[in-house]
């Protein structure tokens, strides 16, 4: 099914934007999502709305087939070796903190270290970050390549003995560039260290198999990959997580309540305090069997090849400066345009119905890094077409001529 084909199943998609047909640019922000998703949130709540584990009543069963149901295709979706080790959460954010609080906070003390990059979102920057001034731990950086890439060089010349927690992405939400995750767990392993990704970029655009990977904790959220809002994925060894503290305690996180103490359910749901995301995960459930269904390697190759015809297309204009790798790169291209604000640009696109992101991308460090304050990005996913393409790069041509026949 090529991507002009997937659109009938996207209702978000066929509506015009200030006269033009839109043309969404932003999904590294968000995804759009298909029918099927919006009808099983739909049915959940039109046709066995219940809570979760606790009813024995038919609606209770019905809901929480559904939840369990939902874990299970998860688990399915990155090869987990068992549906414990896969978390609900509110999303990425959510789960990094999840670990930051439960697991590096537990465990830390001065002179351990936390190693990371600059190129990293704010969700798993800050939180490591926090994280370190409160134990003592040294907060460090992977020195990045001349393109903003990671090198195993500079990994291994990093990474030490006393390096406790290794926290990076799979796929930059700025760069476009792909982390070799599987190689940074070995050395990660080889120093006793545990590796966190921060995979919010990389389970939407790639098959992920976290066995392969060898990683310790894997992040991701759903309303990138099709799915709702407000429901994320934390994957963890069990070994791992039965070490990571829960850091929301209340109903259904419990196993026995004592006047002075209490102890924890089992995993996943130690992690789970409260009423869960019920039909956000059914959601996210639905769009991982559309995924599937398409295949991941092909929304990859799809994207990929998208990428690649935008950039040719946009080397030609003058004043054009792409950042991060120039070859091989994911789903998304980021880009300023000589005498042109990124918001300045990204307003004149919406008014011939494109949609792109202006600004620092939750990346201030790499913004400095790149020594720009703000930059402008197109992001594409499974449903975007070269036509598309074509009307972007035709509104940055439109913009450039405007804003040099304003200033001229």
């Excluded at 099983?40 to 046709?47: I, L």
């Excluded at 001034?133 to 500079?154: C, M, Q, R, Y």
């Excluded at 991701?220 to 994957?235: A, D, E, I, N, Q």
Aim: aromatic share 10%.
């Amino acid at each position: 099914m090529n991507a002009k084909e997937l659109r009938k199943y996207f209702p978000i998609l066929h509506q015009e934007v200030n006269g033009h047909q839109l043309v969404y640019l932003d999904n590294g922000a968000t995804s759009q999502k298909p029918i099927q998703v919006i009808e099983a949130m739909d049915k959940y709540y039109k046709e066995y709305n219940s809570n979760v584990h606790r009813g024995v009543h038919t609606l209770g069963s019905l809901a929480t087939d559904g939840y369990e149901g939902a874990r299970e295709k998860v688990r399915a979706f990155i090869n987990a070796r068992e549906a414990a080790e896969v978390v609900f959460t509110r999303g990425t954010t959510s789960a990094v903190n999840t670990v930051a609080y439960g697991f590096a906070r537990a465990f830390l003390k001065p002179g351990d270290e936390i190693v990371t990059t600059v190129a990293e979102h704010h969700s798993n920057f800050i939180p490591w970050q926090q994280a370190a001034k409160v134990t003592g731990a040294t907060f460090k950086f992977i020195p990045l390549a001349e393109d903003g890439t990671v090198t195993l060089d500079a990994v291994r010349d990093t990474i030490t003995d006393n390096t406790k927690i290794v926290a990076i992405h799979h796929i930059s939400n700025v760069l476009g560039d792909t982390t070799p995750i599987k190689e940074i767990a070995q050395i990660a392993h080889q120093h006793g260290a545990i590796l966190f990704v921060d995979g919010a970029q990389g389970a939407p655009h790639k098959k992920i198999d976290v066995q392969d990977l060898d990683c310790d904790f894997y992040a991701f959220s759903s309303h990138k990959m099709g799915g709702p809002t407000g429901v994320g994925v934390l994957y963890g060894k069990r070994e791992v997580l039965e070490r990571t503290e829960p850091m929301e305690f209340g109903g259904e996180m419990i196993d026995f309540v004592e006047l002075y103490d209490s102890t924890w359910k089992e995993l996943p749901w130690k992690f789970e305090g409260g009423t869960p995301i019920i039909a956000g995960a059914i959601g996210l459930g639905a769009a991982i069997d559309f995924l599937e269904e398409i295949g991941m390697d092909n929304i990859e190759r799809h994207e990929k090849k998208l990428v690649a015809y935008a950039m040719e297309q946009m080397r030609e204009i003058e004043g054009m400066t792409i950042y991060g790798p120039q070859q091989d790169r994911s789903s998304l291209i980021t880009f300023n345009l000589a005498g042109v604000h990124p918001h300045d640009l990204s307003t004149v696109l919406d008014s011939y119905g494109i949609a792109v992101r202006a600004g620092h991308h939750c990346a201030q460090p790499l913004m400095r890094w790149l020594n720009v304050t703000a930059t402008a990005r197109a992001s594409f996913y499974m449903y975007n077409t070269e036509e598309e393409v074509d009307a972007f790069v035709a509104g940055l041509k439109k913009t450039k001529e405007y804003f040099g026949n304003v200033f001229s």
